[in-house]
């Protein structure tokens, strides 16, 4: 028999699922050890299926962070859901994701439910022990173990650190052997483009009032590097759906738009290695969740 012309480790793809705000990017942030995945306490702050990659020397395991299902009210929620769903539908390792510090209600059995019909190991992990009184964390175990059956249970807190390593060993218990798929310095299969617009739009999520981040997408329109003075300048448009939205993230004199572009530079830098110079635009596209060319250009859900 011939040996294969790759070298064999553990490895596989394992999705995270969970309700909004379970805490599953801010998890994959800590696995991975960088920031690859957005993250705010709004509801569908996560839009892309992002897959981050932690490489170990005997093992590379491909994490997919998914959009947390819930109820869709428009055509964005029906493509973040079902881009979720997908997620589900060809990975080794299912991992249904409950906020221990949160009651667990219907949504979370209704997402067990389609955790369960998965054909992939099942494993449960407990975020945000943090948070949590120990009695809290107890009582949430007993009831997260009986939203089905789970091949490992694990509790964690990303934010603290706790327990990571408990999480890798619980997935990584459960993939096959075979090649590393990705390069062993490649954190995620993210483009650049598309970080990019999201690092914006996370700014966007801190800096403004409810009614806006909902509405808001991103988009980069063009980028270009100068290599004498190493500076790539982005230029980058903001949608939203009202003019109402439109004045809020400019501002008073555009002041709030200044404080989006200074926050969102520091990571624009940081992933490019190079300084930016962040041109910000704000444009109306009216009711842009409810049309599917537009979230299709923003490469929300499946879109990319």
């Avoid at 997919?64 to 997908?86: F, I, Y």
């Avoid at 059956?149 to 408990?166: H, Q, T």
């Avoid at 052997?177 to 310095?185: A, E, V």
């Amino acid at each position: 028999m011939t040996a294969p012309a790759y070298e064999v480790v553990k490895s596989g793809f394992v999705a995270l699922v969970g309700r909004p705000n379970a805490g599953k990017s801010t998890l994959v942030n800590a696995l991975v050890g960088s920031k690859v995945a957005i993250t705010s306490n709004t509801p569908q702050t996560t839009r892309h299926r992002l897959r981050a990659i932690v490489d170990q020397e005997d093992a590379q395991i491909v994490f997919v962070d998914t959009p947390g299902l819930h109820k869709p009210e428009d055509a964005l929620g029906e493509e973040l859901n079902k881009s979720s769903m997908m997620a589900l539908a060809d990975v080794d390792v299912a991992c249904l994701v409950i906020d221990v510090s949160a009651q667990i209600g219907p949504g979370d059995r209704w997402v067990a439910h389609r955790v369960a019909e998965a054909k992939a190991a099942r494993v449960l992990i407990l975020t945000k022990a943090d948070i949590a009184r120990p009695e809290e964390v107890e009582k949430q175990l007993a009831v997260a173990s009986g939203l089905g059956k789970f091949d490992e249970v694990v509790i964690c807190s990303a934010r603290e650190g706790f327990n990571l390593d408990g999480v890798i060993a619980a997935v990584k218990a459960h993939l096959p052997d075979g090649p590393r798929y990705f390069p062993r310095d490649m954190p995620t299969d993210q483009p650049v483009e598309v970080m990019l617009a999201e690092f914006i739009r996370e700014r966007i999520l801190h800096n403004t009032r409810d009614e806006v981040p909902h509405a808001v997408g991103v988009a980069i329109d063009d980028m270009t590097y100068n290599k004498k003075s190493d500076t790539t300048t982005i230029m980058a448009v903001i949608y939203v759906e009202r003019e109402s939205q439109k004045g809020i993230i400019v501002g008073k004199g555009g002041e709030m738009i200044r404080k989006i572009g200074t926050d969102a530079r520091v990571d624009l830098e940081r992933l490019l290695g190079t300084k930016v110079y962040l041109d910000l635009r704000v444009k109306l596209k009216k009711d842009w969740r409810r049309d599917a060319s537009q979230i299709k250009r923003f490469g929300y859900g499946e879109g990319r």
